[in-house]
């Protein structure tokens, strides 16, 4: 195994979960995932700790972000933390993060892991890693794509190619969310995998594609190497001059030589409060609800008490199905679970009517 | 006129309003009422004022609402409220405060109001209170009778019978609660009005009455008469013995000489969540809604913030319909509009829990 950089991306900006997820508490900080008690984030770093030590492991914030996700990775050094002064999406990310992994090890494969996803499977997700890493070693940027179990159409595709060896297929194309029809057309021809927004890559290669497809960011990432003592105020100032672009339309949908490894290891994105009670624990009327609630002639509802500051409190539903009923400190959101997905038009509402921010 | 008194019975538990009504803060403390801003028993008593005056009002209320109830009527002396030991039903609370009228004026008329039903049209109402008092001064016991306006099942009826004249009629016979089948039976005959428990009497006549149906009570009653100095301890002792009796059983449905003043005046007893919202201000997608409540996709719902303790939140509702939301310092409850008697349910399972007391 080459020597391997874990940089976990954790910029999350909380639409999806709130009430429960804010501007100052992301998605990744809340523990709504399949182990409960663990931040997805918590989750995430564990999960690859197996392969990866905490002196290799990056994990790319947001400045207003640093001090809260710290205090879930309590073991993680300092050093560990980037926090960036301010969000320009995944390529900038990426790229600073693989430059700075660069200086230490312009040989070392780096794997980008998103912060807030959920694995059941994880000796499954670690075996399918270990494929990619040596996809990624032999010199391709690869990808985890995950075989798809419906015909879901909040995901966005990858076309497999031919495959290349040892697990991993050459990327044919990567596909935008597709309409129902598309979505069922990819799942019957089980040439398509979901893509999954983790990333495998030596330094070096992924610095040389930036060089290629983004100069702009190849520039910005060498002044920052070339600051020295002036590091942190140049960072901001390149970062503050950066476009907002993903990393999958910058970099990996106009490289040539992207991989992808299928597999299969309960992967969900949990990207909605349906995806929290699909995860949850439930009892035989598929109530996924705290202790504190109190339901009477109610079933597969999603009830969560999220309250910090006040005491004890019942929550009591009575004849309903089929909802989720988040209580917060700030606010209580009741929307049914096939709607969750609109919690997003929801916050946005709320921000700009200044209830939120 | 006769001297009129008002004996206000303000005894209820607080079952079908939780958690706005708990046992300390019966539903006729809260404003659920088309009178926002005031509580139910303040309306009540607000209501009847031009017919009579604070020092002729009488409020039973139990022991451990005294304070509670004294502080939602505070322009009413200290000698207005009269605080049941413990509560025995309607027969002995209208007993009681009719054998107090009785000492101070033995010829008076006494109307009996609920201290929690909801009337729109206030001066209906008290021309119908004009014709019942008249009717009582005849020496009739007097019930005013709703006329209804839909087969309703959660109401006890009355049989109309043969006019007396000046807008009193002969009560043919009480009916308890029918089933639909039978209500909308009612309905259509035009010959039955609901039961609205407001009752009108001599203090006379009503104790001669129970004298004659309710023996063991009308001994009781005097003993606290005689009692002097002792009055106290032995009202304690004489109502602890009583039986739990209405006064509709114990009384209105074997005396003869029941009259009924049928009437229409936008009457409700506020039975449930459901007449809340009903007598609620609703906007135009029909949600009653408090100022904290944000509303998306959602139509019909009542939605109350009621906590009294904690700082702004933010009540939102995406994509639901018909749902009452009723937020507490102690509790959540959720329930369709159309099931909300069953709330009712719910508060005995949570008594039996010890959940709530």
Request: glycine share 8%.
């Amino acid at each position: 195994m080459p020597t391997l950089f874990t940089v976990v991306m954790a910029g999350g900006s909380g639409t999806r979960f709130w009430p429960a997820s804010t501007r100052k508490r992301p998605k990744q900080l809340l523990s709504i995932g399949a182990h409960r008690g663990e931040s997805l984030i918590a989750s995430t770093v564990r999960r690859v700790e197996p392969l990866c030590p905490a002196e290799r492991t990056l994990i790319a914030t947001g400045e207003h972000l640093l001090e809260a996700t710290k205090k879930a990775l309590p073991w993680l050094p300092d050093s560990s933390f980037l926090g960036e002064p301010v969000a320009r999406n995944t390529a900038a990310c990426i790229g600073w993060a693989t430059a700075i992994v660069r200086r230490r090890a312009p040989d070392g494969v780096v794997m980008v892991l998103p912060s807030d996803h959920d694995i059941a499977d994880e000796d499954g997700f670690r075996k399918a890693v270990e494929v990619a890493v040596r996809s990624a070693d032999a010199g391709s940027i690869t990808t985890l794509g995950i075989t798809p179990t419906r015909p879901d159409i909040g995901y966005g595709y990858i076309k497999v190619g031919d495959e290349i060896g040892d697990g991993a297929f050459r990327v044919a194309k990567f596909v935008e969310k597709p309409d129902t029809l598309r979505a069922k057309e990819y799942l019957a021809s089980k040439r398509y995998v979901w893509n999954s927004g983790m990333f495998f890559f030596k330094a070096q290669t992924m610095m040389e594609a930036i060089q290629t497809h983004m100069p702009a960011l190849a520039e910005g990432l060498q002044r920052i190497d070339d600051a020295g003592a002036e590091e942190e105020r140049v960072t901001r100032d390149v970062f503050e001059g950066l476009d907002s672009v993903s990393i999958d339309y910058g970099v990996m949908e106009k490289a040539s030589s992207i991989s992808v490894v299928p597999a299969s290891f309960g992967w969900s994105d949990v990207g909605s409060w349906q995806s929290a009670w699909e995860l949850a624990d439930k009892d035989e009327k598929g109530n996924a609800a705290d202790d504190a609630a109190v339901l009477v002639d109610a079933n597969r509802n999603l009830v969560r008490d999220l309250r910090t500051e006040a005491g004890k409190k019942t929550l009591a539903l009575v004849g309903v199905d089929d909802l989720c009923v988040i209580e917060t400190d700030e606010a209580l959101l009741i929307v049914p679970r096939e709607k969750s997905q609109d919690v997003r038009k929801l916050v946005e509402k709320l921000r700009e009517r200044g209830v939120i921010d």
